[in-house]
């Protein structure tokens, strides 16, 4: 997920002083997914638990889909694996209907008011999300203190997840505005601290390689998109991401009003 609405999805996720190697994995790890709604993350979210059980492999002989979502969950759910769709971590909302030339326009209009401030027509600012992902990460504490599972793994979007982190860490807008999204499927790691914190583990981001085509197929039979490309492994980096030097825009404030 990125703030642009490309449809890109990202993971944030949180564990306890044990190895993230370990998690739902048999080793007494549980692991609790809190997904956003929307269909791309939940496609996300299937993909990701689909390590440590395949449906097709598993249920694949029952025709009723329904059904083998069902058994298919309740498999997991012995395995330690729960989760549960929140809202609150949804994509930015950039109005109800998006016409790709507006887009274009307010998103010059956007950076030249202020990302963080800028609230698109019938939708929302990133100040707007913060306030939702701020009453989010309250339930989402609440639920640590509950013991509710070992690990915890956000499927959300790239604005949710600068957003969160903002809000945890106490970053100031101008340290928002330095982050840069999240690519696609990129997790941002979290650990336990031992002391009732939470601390910034780093980052993996896929490694891409570039497909081949076939010759013989049409042109709108080829692959394009994320279609086009394998995943070959990631990298680990223990530092976020930030914009482009020439993307930062820097404020004066002065110290007095005579300054």
Not at 44 to 54: E, I, P, R
Not at 207 to 219: A, I, R, S
Request: hydrophobic residues 30%; proline residues 3%; contains cysteine.
């Amino acid at each position: 997920g990125d703030s642009d609405g490309s449809g890109h999805d990202s993971t944030s996720s949180h564990s306890d002083a044990s190895s993230h190697s370990n998690s739902g994995s048999g080793h007494g790890q549980s692991v609790h997914f809190i997904v956003s709604p929307y269909v791309r993350t939940m496609e996300t979210f299937h993909g990701l638990v689909s390590a440590w059980c395949d449906p097709e492999k598993e249920f694949g002989d029952v025709e009723d889909l329904e059904m083998r979502k069902t058994l298919w969950y309740n498999r997991l759910a012995k395995m330690g694996i729960t989760w549960h769709e929140d809202p609150r971590i949804r994509e930015q909302d950039f109005g109800n209907y998006q016409d790709p030339d507006e887009m274009k326009n307010l998103k010059k209009e956007r950076y030249k008011f202020g990302v963080f401030y800028y609230r698109f027509p019938n939708g929302e600012s990133a100040s707007d999300v913060y306030d939702r992902v701020s009453t989010f990460l309250d339930s989402l504490w609440r639920s640590f203190d509950s013991n509710r599972s070992h690990n915890y793994v956000l499927v959300t979007h790239g604005i949710s997840i600068r957003v969160l982190l903002a809000r945890y860490f106490r970053y100031s807008v101008d340290q928002f505005n330095m982050m840069a999204n999240p690519k696609n499927c990129e997790m941002v790691l979290l650990g336990h601290d031992g002391c009732g914190k939470l601390q910034l583990e780093g980052r993996c981001q896929l490694d891409l390689e570039k497909k081949q085509e076939t010759p013989n197929k049409k042109k709108e039979e080829q692959l394009d998109g994320l279609d086009s490309v394998a995943v070959t492994g990631y990298k680990f980096y223990k530092k976020l991401r930030v914009v482009p030097k020439h993307h930062m825009r820097s404020r004066t404030i002065r110290l007095c009003h005579s300054g």
